[in-house]
């Protein structure tokens, strides 16, 4: 008997934001592997497009694709609509679009802490709510990406360490909502990763900036550097079918990085 365990989402239909780099990009060639029917969402068109190009390569299909800023008001029932509007339902949806915005406690401005929330939690707490009558007729899963900075933080990430951990506890909380109706949620929990997260750093302290690089440095020195592919695959195997009763984890992927450095 052959017990090899296939990741199938054939026929499903999944959201997946954050699509023009970084995880959200390696997920949704993933997914589209797997066949999956696609609508991704990224502020940059230019990568947007690279992603999709990539899907159609491993699929033969092209994706539903939407730039836009999901910050912006009616940004979410957007894509919500237009996905149910393009294939007639939805089977998942992969909050993974994030930023990174560098502060500490001595600035006294809201701004950055306000734009972090926005991005990194409000927007996969609105996906959720929009999406959830359409995932309560498939049956369908919601998959949160957290940060293991929340962790172990770093100087200047605590803003970005808060936003993640809401997210985080939403994930562990909405069960006991979203379980009566079938629906699914986890978060994956990965350490720093070979993205582009870093490249819009908004940097005032020049020390913070270089604090983070000398954790990185650390990171890469120990091999802790993760591939997107390689999270993009636990992704796959948390949305699929094949673990019916996984629901409220928080799944650490972080290459041991917290346990090495919590001194």
């Keep these: 008997m052959d017990n090899k365990m296939e990741i199938d989402l054939k026929g499903k239909?999944?959201?997946v934001t954050g699509a023009s780099s970084g995880i959200g990009a390696a997920t949704a060639i993933a997914f589209a592997k797997?066949?999956?029917?696609?609508?991704?969402?990224?502020?940059?068109?230019?990568?947007?497009l690279q992603t999709v190009n990539k899907c159609v390569e491993v699929s033969n299909e092209v994706p539903l694709w939407v730039r836009l800023d999901l910050t912006q008001p009616?940004?979410?029932?957007?894509?919500?609509?237009?996905?149910?509007?393009?294939?007639?339902?939805?089977?998942?949806?992969?909050?993974?679009?994030?930023?990174?915005?560098?502060?500490d406690l001595t600035d006294e401005s809201m701004e950055k802490l306000d734009d972090l929330m926005n991005l990194n939690f409000r927007v996969p707490y609105r996906l959720t709510q929009l999406s959830l009558r359409h995932l309560e007729k498939t049956k369908g899963n919601i998959v949160n990406i957290g940060s293991s900075m929340s962790k172990r933080g770093l100087p200047g990430t605590l803003g970005y360490t808060l936003s993640k951990e809401a997210l985080q506890t939403f994930s562990r909380q909405a069960v006991l909502e979203l379980a009566p109706l079938g629906v699914r949620i986890n978060c994956i929990t990965p350490g720093p990763s070979?993205?582009?997260?870093?490249?819009?750093?908004?940097?005032?302290?020049?020390?913070?900036?270089?604090?983070?690089s000398a954790a990185y440095?650390?990171?890469?020195?120990?091999?802790?550097?993760?591939?997107?592919?390689?999270?993009?695959?636990?992704?796959?195997?948390?949305?699929?079918?094949?673990?019916?009763?996984?629901?409220?984890?928080?799944?650490?992927?972080?290459?041991?990085?917290c346990m090495a450095f919590s001194t």
């Design 13 to 15: 239909v999944a959201i």
């Design 34 to 48: 797997h066949g999956a029917k696609l609508s991704l969402v990224g502020r940059d068109e230019v990568r947007l």
């Design 74 to 103: 009616g940004a979410c029932e957007a894509v919500v609509n237009k996905t149910v509007e393009t294939y007639g339902k939805l089977d998942i949806l992969v909050n993974s679009a994030g930023k990174v915005v560098l502060s």
């Design 194 to 212: 070979r993205t582009n997260i870093r490249a819009p750093l908004i940097v005032n302290n020049p020390h913070l900036l270089a604090d983070l």
């Design 217 to 257: 440095a650390q990171y890469l020195d120990n091999g802790m550097i993760l591939d997107p592919n390689e999270i993009a695959t636990l992704i796959c195997w948390t949305a699929s079918d094949m673990f019916p009763n996984l629901n409220g984890a928080d799944m650490l992927l972080d290459g041991a990085h």
